[in-house]
């Protein structure tokens, strides 16, 4: 059986190595990760399936790497997870979020036009669509970003489309909420309260606590995924969305009783600059296309998220 090869950008980061680790169960694909292993990406994460991939160290910003890489093999599906996706570090230094997330996109795009690449896949964010303060957003919505990293995310996802009717590039993008579990890097809200909580550390809150997310597993996430390099239409977007709403004062709190902790340890901080308030995102048309529905409870997954932080503390701590 002759399989497909698969580059999977990004694919040491934390929705990268669990779409991998899914990935790597069907033996009709032959899997290259391209990884330049920043801060949020570890090799580690994919060593459970490190002797059934070929791991690249690449950083998608240089076109010549990225050029090498497309040499070597005739891609049949690219997956782009590759991204600096942390909203606090793009208001910051936005600069290396418009590299990373639009530059070295063009780099993969213009790779993949050269060799005639029959899928692209971009992953993307609700966040593009810019606070949804009632209702769902569709995919036909317009895009509103609010932060330097959903703005360089809005522009990626223009230029994919855009590679796609001019250069009959075949494409998908994947738009989801947040998404939480197990080999998340604890910059983000769950894995870095996970870890104040277990240190009796105090916990920031912007503003009042009261801004909605809503969650996915990533396993889930990886699940859709999936589900869209096998099955969907090309040259359309897809949401990915659970229905699971919380606050993030709500979140918080459930982390604490969770670790047995008190509430004492939640303060509030002055709110981020550019805060959206809510996201929303409507999923009908993956799971009317795909039969993808999420798997995963809220109040199960992210037990066993706790549980997973726990025990990687408690080692770190021996």
């Known amino acids: 059986m002759r399989r497909k090869e698969v580059l999977v950008t990004g694919g040491a980061g934390f929705i990268g190595s669990e779409f991998v680790r899914q990935l790597c169960q069907n033996e009709y ?29 690449i950083d998608i910003r240089n076109n010549s790497e990225v050029q090498e890489i497309f040499k070597n093999k005739k891609f049949e599906i690219v997956i782009n997870l590759a991204a600096e996706s942390h909203v606090d570090n793009s ?6 979020f418009l590299e990373t997330n639009i530059l070295g996109t063009q780099n993969l ?8 690449l029959p899928l692209f896949v971009q992953i993307s964010t609700d966040e593009v669509y810019g606070s949804i303060s009632t209702n769902f957003a569709s995919e036909v919505d317009p895009l509103n970003p609010s932060s330097p990293y959903s703005a360089s995310k809005a522009a990626a996802d223009l230029i994919v489309a855009s590679y796609g009717k001019t250069y009959n590039l075949p494409y998908n993008i994947i738009r989801s909420v947040n998404n939480y579990g197990p080999f998340q890097y604890p910059e983000k809200l769950i894995p870095f309260f996970i870890n104040r909580i277990l240190e009796n550390k105090s916990v ?13 597993h990533v396993s889930d996430f990886a699940r859709a995924i999936i589900q869209v390099m096998e099955n969907a239409r090309r040259n359309e977007v897809f949401n990915v969305a659970s229905g699971v709403f919380k606050t993030n004062l709500e979140v918080t709190e459930f982390l604490i009783n969770t670790l047995n902790r008190g509430m004492d340890l939640i303060t509030y901080v002055e709110d981020r600059p550019g805060h959206d308030f809510r996201y929303a995102l409507n999923s009908e048309k993956i799971r009317k296309e795909t039969e993808w529905v999420p798997m995963v409870s809220f109040e199960e997954g992210l037990v066993q998220t706790i549980n997973w932080y726990r025990d990687l503390y408690n080692r770190e701590k021996r």
């Open 29 to 57: 694909y032959q899997i290259t990760v391209a990884d330049c292993l920043t801060y949020a990406g570890n090799k580690d994460n994919l060593s459970t399936v490190i002797e059934s991939i070929d791991f690249k160290k």
């Open 91 to 96: 208001i910051i230094t936005p600069a290396i």
């Open 109 to 116: 795009l213009d790779a993949s036009v050269r060799n005639g």
């Open 204 to 216: 920031p809150i912007y503003g009042t606590g009261k801004n909605v997310r809503e969650w996915i």
